[in-house]
């Protein structure tokens, strides 16, 4: 197997001979990758199952493994995947495998003592394994990361190494340009830096040393709040001092220091490299003596887009126009790490410095090298700026400033020792005000000064003495404050207060951006997010930019994922923590583990720790920016999920589950610690801590006040959550059982989820059954009767099945539990509500419910569900004044009952549409958009729809009566079963006949017809249909049973009454049925100011005037007929039912030119041609009756 090689240094790959071998899918080279990295080692096949689908594997998952190890033996040509215990291994030479072969050459380098050429060799051959990226086609699963990163990590090394050697070789300017390169790519990587460092000054080019040392610091700062390392900082103090010993070959910096060490004194000669001839470099000055701006602010301000701080910028830009006007000022930016102090500080330099300014700028660090730190500086930089001569005529008139930066002063200025140190002191800063007042008399100064919390004494002293200072001077101070600081800094917090309340300082607080600068942040990285995304990642990071570059960079912009945080994120936040102590961080831990929110007295339970103690912890967390005070008074949050996050990753997983635990036993005494769903969530995260039972009774109970919330799909998971635990558990009680199955039943109604809806409430049935429990059985029939019952929208079905569980149910539960018989009475009339032939027994069981609930006090939702059985028994032409009553009645009970409140307002709509209050139906309509987009149910908006197509049907709006229908049917399917889809079909009808086209649903209402027989309305649906295709014989037919002689069959209890006879009527007129007419006209004549509309506001045929109309002439009256369609027609011109209105116009010419008396042609020919102007206008089809067929026509001849 020599002649074989695997790869991971790059895409997983095999060779055989150099060529490359076929290794299959990700999933299969995944295999071969993972038993590469293992080196020869077994790895179990349960590991790699769990590893390979990140543990959720399928049932299949170990067949298919097995196949992956035989297809790759195949590709590898031998038994080199070899069975190993229980698990498998890579039988192949070390050397086979590049990523060993790789370390073991590094190492060999790194610890040799062979000459520099071999080791060099060494680590040339090491690197040229490299193909792309470590593990490159799998990196990013959760297995490969660790070993991606240790690979990577290993390769920098050997880079550095191999640097090192080379600079050891004298070789620095040749590889000067890979170090640049490799110094910006890494630009967190010290190591690379002094490397660079020391290899641009052995060139001759300190300038472009320092600058690169600059641009680390200025990215350590910005990116992670950190100074440089102290080696790297005295290697660039020794490149500014021009240090003779870095000419010297530099030790290897992998050994601990980044800087050239010194070598023993010998009397050997010297081995350094020649050194290059030094150039001249131009000082960096504008041509009219401007300053430039500082290295620092050109180049963060290229790396990064300003986003955002619009009220601080202006805050800052009048600061610094009072100072252009001639004051002398200090502004300070306070936030914590990564909130953008510095950026801010670059923005408005920038655009001082375009506005004609001098800016300098200084730095403090947390160890402090020299006094007047980031005043030397911010002096330095501008004197290499203006060149040697120009910098030392400016000294030359303040000499002292010589002391600080002697650099820029003439050798012959040097202190006289005998000056007493009091004396310089004030000299000192006398000379820096006057050398500040000069160059400030051109030109206003802005002078930053970053990190002010690290300031020296003598940096604060100056500062005070420049802001009180009564000399002329146009300066403004601004400062860039870390809050926390991380030390006390109780110097410079009286500085600032004193100066502030001078006023001559003011401190500007710093927040995290707000959703929209989250977006527009993101955005300028190539990443694209939605409001809610943003807003999420904003509460995720509390809006703080260096978190969110970080994370984007990392890729994991999930709000609520709680993965590795970024280094730069990790290690802002360790620096706070490791400040506090062993016994803090425990007590932290824990407070991560109770939450985002930490009740004190929860945190103290859970830790044993005395009031006291815990209050000393806190304080110094919140002193650390770990911890917010919140505003509630024995509470405190974290200020954003990462520090929360940073803690979380120091817990183990078993203490993490102890805490959980111990959480969730004090939330059992102590209720008002927290709520049910944070006691769920405790026990769940215990894990096998925390009986199934126990858990799963938690989840349930969750699930409820989810349910309580309106948040149904939060109330399915905890469903589900508890379901999952019970099916684990040993013995579960019967009654935890039912009661998850009946929460799993609800929520999936309520998401429109009918099929997971009847499976859950069927398992419920299942169990009350078997162990008898009444009052689950009970619960789990009116489940189903909200599912099925006629609730919805059409009232003719007859739910065998459900008549018959209610009935179980109420023979189950006897007389006792009154409230729960009368809620099952009133399921049991709503079942049978919709049919007239159990009219009667539907009208009983409604008044028991009535009766029964009336007498119960307290329980409002009961009486709301009794009222509602009332007025759906009473839905026929007959119960109109009754069900106009109980709306009020069953509004007032009904209130947070969703059901309720949301089928309550469809029927008020219907009977007021139906007693012809229009205005009052549209305004209730309103009510019930506005109710049912509250509740954000697919049923709840299925009503809406339906009663939108209604309303936008008898105005004529086709298409929008269209398009809601088919939203509704979309939305209500899913809920409300086959009552949504007749109410669809019902709205087809109707578009079909104001299209002329409803003979194209002659099979379906035929079919409907033939499925609901005692339905009348479909029965003269039926009859409408074969009149339109011809058919009279057939449509005689149709309607035969719905008329006895001269007198109707149909009883105005039933609640499709309306539109029967609206269409009876129609048919009757057209077919010259005098009988049928006369039945029609007798029974309409009650009910004539009354607008035709069935089930919840499914179908309007506008007002019954016209039919009346019709029918009055069709028996023969023609005098009152066209007298009542004249009527009929000015109504609905008033209320906008337009398609009808030109229908009665219609109606009214045919009946005049029938009557043909004196001027009656005339009159039907105008009255015809107004109503061909309407139908023409809303896209209406007046003539029903085919041209040309025999019988009394619709339409009248122009």
Known sequence: MSDLEVTVLGPVRARRGGEDLALGGPRQRAVLARLALAGGRSVVAERLVDELWDGDPPRSATNTLQSYVSNLRRALGGPVLARSGGGYRLDVDADALTSVRFERLVDEATRSAAPLGERLALLDEALGLWEGPALADVCDEPWARGDAARLEELRLTAVEARFDLRLEAGEHSVVVGALDAAAQEHPLRERLTAQLVLALHRCGRQPDALRAYERTRAHLAEALGLDPSPELARLAAQVLAHDPDLALPAAPLGRAPTVAERPAATDAPSTSAPQAPRPE???????????????????????????????????????????????????????????????????????????????????????????????????????????????????????????????????????????????????????????????????????????????????????????RSSDPGRLLLLATLRRPAGRATPDLDRALAEQRRDGTAEVHALAGLDADEVSTLLDHRGV????????????????????????????????????????????????????LGDDALGVLGAAAIIGQRVDLGLLGHITDTSPDALLDVVDAAVDAGLLVEDEEVGSVTFPHALVRQALLSRTTRNREARLHL?????????????????????????????????????????????????????????????????????????????????????????????????????????????????????????????????????????????????????????????????????????????????????????????????????????????????????????????????????????????????????????????ADDIAGSEQVAAQLRTTAAAYARPGFDAYVGVVDACQALVRGDLDLAARRSDEAVRDGVGSLGPSALHAWAGHQYLLSWERGEVTVHLDQVRSISEEFPTMGVWRAALAVCLVAAGDDAGARTAYAPLVAGRHLTLPTTSPGWYTTLSQLAEVAWLLDDVDACAAAAEALEPMADRVSVTGLGAASLGHLRRPFGLALAGAGDLDRGEQELARAAARMGEVGFRPWQARALAGRAAVLARRDGPGDAAEARRVRAEAEAVASEVGTHLDLRPAGATGPSDAVSA
């Not at 199955?741 to 109604?749: D, K």
Request: net charge negative; with cysteine; proline share 5%.
């Open 281 to 467: 470099i131009a000082p960096r000055r504008a041509p009219d003596g401007h300053l430039p701006l500082p290295l620092a602010v050109d180049e963060r301000r290229a790396r990064t887009e300003f986003v955002g701080r619009s009220d601080v910028l202006a805050d800052l830009r009048r600061d610094w126009a009072s100072v252009v006007d001639g004051s002398r000022r200090m502004a300070v930016v306070a936030g914590e790490p990564g909130m953008g102090k510095t950026r801010l500080a670059q923005q408005l330099a920038a655009e001082a410095h375009r506005d004609g300014a001098h800016v300098l700028w200084g730095r403090c660090t947390a160890e402090v090298l020299a006094p007047y730190q980031p005043v030397v500086e911010a002096l330095r930089t501008a004197g290499r700026a203006l060149g040697p001569d120009a910098s030392r005529a400016l000294v030359a008139a303040h000499p002292v400033v010589g002391l600080l930066v002697p650099d820029l002063a003439r050798e012959d200025e040097a202190r006289s020792p005998s000056e007493p140190a009091s004396i310089e002191r004030y000299a000192l800063l006398e000379a820096l005000l006057a050398l500040l007042g000069d160059v400030s008399a051109a030109r206003p100064v802005l002078l930053v000064v970053d990190d002010l919390q690290w300031a020296d004494a003598a940096t604060l002293s100056l500062v005070e003495h420049l802001l």
């Open 662 to 914: 111990r959480i969730a036993d004090a939330l059992d005494v102590r209720p008002d610690w927290g709520d049910a769903p944070t006691r769920a969530q405790h026990l769940l995260a215990a894990g096998r801590l925390s009986p199934p039972d126990r858990t799963a009774a938690a989840a349930l109970e969750a699930g409820r006040r989810a349910l309580g919330a309106r948040a149904d799909q939060e109330a399915a998971t905890w469903a589900q959550r508890a379901s999952d635990l019970l099916a684990a558990a040993d013995a579960p009680p019967p009654e935890l059982l039912a009661d998850v199955e009946l929460l799993r039943a609800t929520a999936s109604r309520h998401l429109g989820r009918r099929a997971d809806a009847e499976a859950a409430g069927a398992r419920a049935l299942e169990v009350a059954r078997a162990h008898a429990l009444p009052l689950v059985l009970a619960q789990a029939a009116q489940e189903a009767a909200l599912l099925e019952a006629g609730v919805g929208f059409g009232f003719g079905s007859y739910d065998e099945a459900l008549v018959a569980r209610l009935d179980e149910a109420l023979a189950a539960l006897g007389d006792h539990h009154p409230a729960e018989r009368a809620q099952l009475l009133a399921w049991a009339s709503l079942a049978r509500g919709g049919q007239d032939a159990h009219l009667v027994e539907a009208r009983a069981l409604a008044a028991e419910a009535d009766g029964l609930s009336a007498e119960l006090s307290g329980r409002p939702h009961v009486r709301a569900l009794a009222l509602l059985a009332q007025r759906i028994a009473h839905l026929g032409a007959d119960g109109l004044d009754r069900r106009l009553a109980l709306g009020a009645a069953m509004a007032e009970v009904g209130r947070g009952w969703a059901e309720m409140e949301v089928i309550g307002l469809c029927l008020d709509t219907v009977d007021r549409m139906e």
């Open 528 to 579: 694209r997010l939605d409001g809610e995304a943003s807003e999420g990642l904003r509460r995720h990071t509390a809006g703080n930019p260096l978190f969110l570059e970080a994370l984007a960079e990392q890729g994991d912009l999930a709000p609520g994922r709680v993965g590795a945080l970024p280094d730069t994120v990790r290690d802002v936040l360790d620096q706070r923590l490791m400040a």
